[in-house]
């Protein structure tokens, strides 16, 4: 096992450095006697045997130039002599063996082959205990010959064992003194070494420079502990002046804002700051760590591919970003490398600045440049002087100014018309105060072309609170503006006609009447409503009621004079005001010029058309002192017109003011009129015109009030039609009619129809055709039975939904008739869509039919055309005999009226049946039955 | 071979144990002469083999003999058996060493005789000639001849 000598103990390297120089002194000591002792013999025995083969060598020359080898022989024989020659051998001057002698062997053979081949040409050798010779033999200066002599070196040997005894003694006591020294060594340098070995591996785990090495004497041991004493001292020094430097470079990096690392060229980390160990190593001491230690998980530091150019002397700049704690930040790094004294690289250091704040602030900053360059909102902006700095396009699109000519010129001359700035007026204290301003103004554009804007300005101030610039911010509200004006006309003007509106005139009569309050006039309210307006509008549809309305409008228009206000107050109402009328005699001047208007006709579609106009007429102060008043006035006496025939003017009285109010009470009655049970049906029979057969009867409303007494149809029909309260009533109608119909059958044996008038209002109503149909059910009565009135002008307004309808009920087998046929538009044409079974003539016609050759005619024509399209024709207000013949003349299918008989309370018409059914059972129909 | 070699060695080895007395001027050219009579193949090399040589620091100068001419400023002269047989009267006069090789050569006025015996090479010597010729013959050489007359 080899012995590392490095690794040993000083004492065990003291030791072997004894030990072996110990013995190598002996050995040196005896090999030197030996070697002495060896040359000596050598020399001398050279010296020796020289001396005693010269007298071979002197006898040697002659038998060897002859060649004679006895003579040689003999010769070498002399050597015999010398006991301790053991063999000679001569060669003649070529070499060759000429004899030989041999201490051993007489024999020449035997002792020749002893000798070597050739002379050797060495001349002595000492060796394998013997010493070997050659010698030269000459004559008269020639070479001749060679002489070998081997010689015994036995006593030498026995010379050289004497010294053996005195070299282990030396051995032995070199020993002793090297162990001697080796003891010696240890107590002077060995234990205060390791004491001093001891002491600096306390200094190294301790750390502790303070500590100093003991010491005494002035030996090396003792300078050395001086001197590690020194660097002691001087490390301690160090170490305390480096941790100061340590402390206050890590207090200032401390305080950075920034990330602070720095790490050596093996990439482990040397130095960091808080913000580092807080951000960026999760808690862990980043020091003398790698990256790849540190995040095993993370990617190592992207930007190390920068170090080369760093450590090159190139400090690098890159922007990085980490998700942290809270979010997302944005560094700004600097990659610089820390080079010592002789200007080597031996560290890098990175200084990473977070700029999330900023970068959010720039952001902030762009996203507001793009708000305001991209604001649907014009943003100028001046300085204190009021001189453009900034323009955006949107101010480019809405002024024409590209933003090249509008800056650097003043505010006042690209926005002429906007309030003024500070500096161009002083009294602005809005703005001097700091506040905003803000005003619709008109501006012109670069064209000249003048614009809404609602502009506001405000004062832009620096920290120290002056005003630096003003933010222009304008709107074009021009579009809104024009809205706002059209919303203004349709506040106070009517959209169909353009006249004021109900709103307007309301306001124009108050200032009229205040007015007049002053100057004594009177004013006229004239109320105008065009008759039969309605008509229009179901029948030629709404468009062509409207342009109507605007043709009677412009007529009127015309009649107005100076200070006189036509409005339209809704439908085919009209007002006009007058104001400043001296006697009331003007005012119905002015109406019958309004009346006289209307004379001709409106032409419409290219068709012309005939409308008049009722007007009913207040006057201010007589009639009432407030607008509504007036108004109210103005309509009662309108309503006063109406009932007289239309086409008509009057003045209020107070009597009308006493017939409205009666219409009011008429209202009030007939809501609770059929609560009360206080309406009943009558019957009016219907005869076949041929034969006089009772064929059905017509139910007619009548309505008896304990105050009002008996009302007439004509004056609440419509008034419950205008109120909605026709759709019970008429369900009830239709309901008790029916119920009477099948009891009927019963009296009479066979089966009557029953005829219901249905008002446009009921057909309207919601289901009316469900309505029909329970009844039928609930009643029983055959469908075919049931005849349902209705005027021409329902089925003439030509909505889907009413033919819808019609066609529904005509499938249900229920008859269908048209009422009052003649009076109204008599569109016969139309008829032929719709599925009506009957045509009622009107009883003006069945009057007129003896008296009027055209009525007569007209009737004829109806007749014809009507059973044309299969309809029944009946006729109403048959009063004569010759009417009832004249109508079966013209082919009538039916009749009825007070010829026959006036309509029937329920149980008269049962008395009636009862005595038409026994009258029948003897002869026909001839005469009237009561 | 080996024979002519050792042949050629024991020429020039005898050479070295000769002491030859000084040369007349005007015949001494520097140099130790060697002069060879006869046409045998064992001495037809003996000139290539000994020129360069130095012997008795002179350098060896070898030539062929004319026949019966050459003698008188020889330091040595080699004799093949029928030249020697041919010159007999020559050899009795020489100064030179003469060395020969057949029985007879040395009772014929030559100096030193080559003998083969068992296959070595010996030699034999003419002690009295070669002290009329001058020559003064080593210790060492008469000691390893075979027989001295």
């Known amino acids: 096992m080899a012995i590392r000598i490095d690794f040993q103990s000083l ?94 062997t007489r024999a020449l053979r035997l002792a020749l082959a002893d000798c070597p081949m050739s002379p050797p040409v060495w001349s002595e050798k000492f060796g394998d205990y013997r010493l070997e010779m050659v010698e030269t033999v000459r004559y008269a200066e020639e070479v001749v ?3 070998y002599t081997r010689w015994t070196v036995l006593p030498m040997i026995d010379r050289l064992g004497a010294y053996l005894p005195f070299a282990h003694m030396l051995a032995v006591a070199l020993l002793v003194a090297a162990a001697l020294l080796v003891w010696a060594a240890r107590r002077l340098v060995t234990d205060p070494l390791r004491r001093l070995a001891a002491f600096a591996g306390e200094v190294n785990a301790t750390r502790n420079y303070h500590l100093r090495a003991p010491h005494s004497g002035s030996d090396e041991i003792s300078e050395l502990a001086v001197a590690i004493n ?71 530091d992207a930007y190390a591919v920068l170090d080369e150019r760093v450590l090159a002397g190139e400090p690098v700049a890159f922007e990085r970003t980490t998700r942290e704690a809270d979010g997302e930040h944005a560094y700004v790094a600097q990659r610089f490398a820390l080079v010592n004294e002789e200007g080597v690289a031996f560290a890098i250091c990175t200084v990473e600045n977070d700029f999330t704040e900023r970068r959010r602030d720039e952001d902030e900053i762009k996203k507001l440049v793009r708000t305001v360059a991209q604001s649907p909102v014009s943003v100028v902006m001046t300085d204190a002087e009021g001189v453009i700095e900034y323009v955006n396009p949107k101010f480019s699109q809405l002024s024409g100014f590209h933003a090249a000519e509008a800056i650097g010129r003043p505010l006042s001359e690209i926005k002429p018309g906007l309030p003024p700035l500070p500096g161009a007026a002083p009294e602005c204290n809005d703005l001097e105060g700091g506040r905003v301003v803000q005003a619709e103004v008109r501006i012109p554009d670069r064209n ?16 120290r609170g002056e005003v630096t610039h003003f933010v222009v911010l304008g709107e074009d509200i021009s579009v809104r503006k024009s809205f706002e004006e059209q919303l203004l006309r349709q506040a106070h003007y009517d959209a169909v006609t353009g006249l004021p509106n109900r709103v ?24 105008i409503d065009l008759d039969h307006f309605k008509n229009v509008n179901d029948t030629l549809g709404h468009e062509s009621g409207d342009r109507l309305l605007k043709l009677a409008a412009a007529r009127l228009a015309k009649l107005m004079r100076q200070g006189n206000t036509l409005a339209r107050l809704g439908g085919d109402e009209f007002i006009v005001i007058a104001p400043g009328i001296a006697e009331p005699e003007w005012a119905d001047h002015i109406a019958g010029r309004i009346l006289n208007a209307f004379t001709r006709p409106f ?72 609560e009360r049970g206080e309406f009943e049906l009558h019957y009016q029979p219907m005869f076949g015109v041929s034969d006089g057969r009772l064929v059905g009867a017509e139910a007619l409303i009548r309505w008896v009030n304990p105050v009002l007494g008996r009302v007439p149809p004509d004056d609440f029909i419509p008034l419950a039609e205008e109120n909605g309260t026709i759709v019970p009533i008429g369900e009830w109608v239709l309901r008790r009619a ?74 249900m087998g229920v008859r269908l008739s048209i009422d009052d046929f003649g009076t109204g538009y008599s569109a016969l044409g139309y008829l032929k869509r719709y599925p009506f079974n009957v045509l009622k003539i009107d009883k003006s016609f069945v009057q007129n039919v003896l008296v009027e050759q055209s009525d007569a005619a007209v009737a004829s024509a109806i007749v014809g055309m009507g059973h044309g399209m299969e309809m029944e024709i009946v006729a109403e207000g048959v009063e004569t005999a010759e009417q009832l013949g004249a109508l079966r003349d013209l082919g009538c299918d039916i009749a009825q009226g007070y010829w026959f008989s006036r309509p029937l309370p329920d149980t008269e018409f049962a008395e009636f049946l009862h005595r038409y059914r026994e009258s029948r059972a003897g002869s026909t129909v001839s005469a009237t039955v009561g | 071979m080996e024979l002519a070699k050792a042949r050629l060695d024991l020429l020039t080895n005898l050479a070295r144990y000769v002491s030859w007395p000084p040369k007349a001027p005007e015949l ?75 029985d007879g050569f040395l009772e014929d006025g030559g100096i030193i005789n080559l003998l083969l015996i068992r296959g070595k090479l010996r030699f034999e010597v003419n002690q009295t000639r070669a002290r009329q010729a001058g020559l003064h013959l080593s210790a060492w050489l008469l000691r390893a001849a075979e027989t001295i007359l």
């Open chain 2, 28 to 102: 001494d050219r520097g140099v130790f002469e060697i002069v060879v009579h006869g046409d045998d193949n064992s001495w037809a090399d003996l000139s290539r083999a000994l020129s360069g040589k130095v012997l008795k620091s002179r350098a060896i100068s070898v030539r062929r003999a004319a026949a019966g001419s050459g003698w008188i400023e020889a330091d040595m002269v080699v004799l093949s058996r029928a030249d020697s047989l041919r010159l007999r009267s020559e050899l009795t006069n020489s100064k030179a060493l003469t060395v020969g090789e057949r």
């Open chain 1, 145 to 147: 010959g060679r002489l």
């Open chain 1, 448 to 463: 000249g072309d003048m614009r809404w804007e609602s502009v506001s300005i405000s004062p832009i101030r620096n920290a």
């Open chain 1, 603 to 674: 032409e419409l579609d290219g068709n012309d058309l005939y409308v008049t106009a009722s007007i009913g007429i207040s006057l201010f102060p007589k009639d009432g002192d407030t607008p509504e008043q007036l108004l109210k006035h103005a309509d009662i006496a309108m309503y006063k017109s109406k009932a007289g025939g239309r086409n008509a003017s009057h003045f209020y009285t107070p009597e009308l003011q006493s017939r409205a109010r009666r219409r009011l009470e008429l209202e009030g009655h007939l809501r609770s009129a059929l």
């Open chain 1, 504 to 527: 307007l005139a309301m306001d124009r009569l108050a200032v009229a009447l205040a007015h007049a309050v002053r100057t004594r006039d009177i004013v006229a309210v004239m109320f």
């Open chain 1, 738 to 811: 029916c119920l009477a119909a099948r009891r009927w059958e019963e009296a009479i044996g066979y089966p009557l129809r029953i005829a219901v008038n249905v008002s446009a209002r009921q057909l309207r109503g919601l289901n009316f055709v469900g309505l029909v149909e329970d009844v039928i059910r609930e009643s029983g009565l055959d469908p075919a039975l049931l005849e349902l009135e209705m005027t021409e002008r329902l089925v003439l307004s030509d909505a889907p939904e009413t033919k819808l309808m019609l066609e529904q009920l005509d499938a």
């Open chain 1, 11 to 104: 004492r065990f390297k003291l030791l072997a450095v004894a030990a072996i120089s110990s013995l190598a002194g002996a050995l040196v000591v005896l090999v030197g006697l030996a070697a002495y002792e060896a040359r000596d013999f050598r020399e001398r025995r050279v010296a020796e045997v020289k001396t005693l083969t010269q007298v071979v060598r002197l006898n040697l020359h002659a038998p060897l130039n002859f060649r004679d080898p006895m003579s040689t022989e003999e010769t070498l024989a002399t050597l015999r002599a010398f006991g301790d020659v053991e063999q000679a051998c001569a060669y003649d001057a070529d070499g060759r063996l000429i004899a030989a002698y041999s201490r051993e």
């Open chain 1, 230 to 300: 020194e660097v002691l001292a001087t490390t301690e020094r160090n170490w305390r002046e480096t941790r100061e430097s340590r402390d206050l470079l890590q207090a200032i990096i401390d305080r950075a804002p920034a990330v602070i690392y720095v790490k050596d060229l093996n990439g482990r980390y040397l130095l960091v700051n808080n913000r580092f160990r807080a951000i960026r190593s999760a808690g862990l001491d980043p020091i003398g760590k790698t990256d790849v230690e540190l995040f095993p998980s993370a990617p190592t």
